[in-house]
């Protein structure tokens, strides 16, 4: 079974975790937090912790539960700096609006 597909089915059972994992990023200061990005930034966290070997729920929780407000402010910067991939399209970018006139 992939990895994708046992988080998302962990996802389910876990998101009363999420809930109060948020509700403590609220209680520190942070203000509203998206329950989705926390999650990604824990399965980011697991998948750089155990690259190669298949992860149990356990350790997986512990990740979750383990991760800090100063990981997930770190995650959400990263992600925000990295930007859209431009050449991730098969088709060619369109640069008209650059054209020499308009200058």
């Known amino acids: 079974m992939s990895d994708t597909v046992t988080y998302e089915k962990w996802k389910e059972k876990l998101a009363p975790l999420l809930e109060i994992k948020a509700d403590e990023f609220e209680l520190l200061g942070y203000g509203e937090t998206d329950r ?3 999650w990604n930034c824990a399965t980011h966290q697991v998948r750089r912790k155990f690259p190669d070997e298949s992860v149990r729920l356990h350790q997986f929780v512990s990740e979750l539960m383990g991760l800090s407000l100063n990981d ?3 995650r959400l910067r990263m992600d925000s700096l990295r930007g859209p991939d431009w050449f991730a399209q098969d088709k060619p970018l ?3 609006k650059f054209d020499e006139s308009s200058t």
């Open 72 to 74: 997930y402010m770190n």
């Open 94 to 96: 369109n640069l008209d």
């Open 36 to 38: 989705e990005e926390i």
